[in-house]
């Protein structure tokens, strides 16, 4: 078995090291994206498996920005963060495998439960951290399900109802039928 390296892309496209959102003001919230080509060629360079993108309010949306630094590399896989919660498990699923297929299958996730609640507010998200492992355990339900490829899927949960469920865009990978998922709190 050999050994993978995998590590996060810095914040602010700045060095990697920086405490995470510590003193940052909005203007330094727009990221660089030649810097973080920049970063991610880096890494392919040394031997780096994978990416975290992070997921947090005063950071560029973790799919899009994946999307375009995998658009621009050809072995750096990118662990996608994401919460359940902000859009529907379906549409979560396009998106992931739309982002597979432009990639080769380069994508994994970080299912995050969530932050704080002062910032799950921010999107609108209420619910206590109990109910939010609880919906995620739903939201997961749903993903693998449509990643397996059950049409005319129906799910009735207390956090998602899902009636006919299918995604027309299948995951591309040549090693799995879905992403590899980590699930942090």
């Known amino acids: 078995m050999s050994l993978k390296f995998h590590w996060r892309l810095s914040v602010w496209g700045g060095r990697a090291g920086i405490a995470d959102g510590a003193n940052y003001a909005p203007q330094q919230c727009l990221r660089h994206l030649e810097t973080d080509l920049d970063f991610c060629r880096r890494a392919e360079k040394m ?22 630094l ?5 072995k750096l896989k990118f662990m996608v963060a994401y919460r359940p919660g902000l859009i529907s498990p379906t549409l979560f699923v396009q998106q992931v495998n739309t982002l597979s297929a432009l990639t080769n ?5 970080n299912i995050i ?3 704080s609640t002062e910032e799950q507010g921010y999107y609108g998200d209420f619910l206590d951290s109990h109910s939010r492992y609880l919906r995620a355990e739903e939201f997961l339900e749903i993903c693998h399900a449509l990643w397996n490829e059950r049409q005319d899927f129906n799910f009735q949960g207390n956090y998602y109802q899902i009636k006919n469920g299918q995604v027309g865009i299948p995951f591309v990978c040549k090693k799995s039928s879905r992403p590899e998922i980590y699930i942090s709190g």
């Open 113 to 115: 439960t969530g932050h």
């Open 105 to 109: 299958g380069r994508v994994s996730l």
């Open 47 to 68: 031997g780096i498996e994978s990416l975290l993108i992070p997921f947090n309010y005063y950071r560029p949306d973790p799919m899009v920005l994946a999307t375009a």
């Open 70 to 74: 995998g658009m621009a590399t050809s």
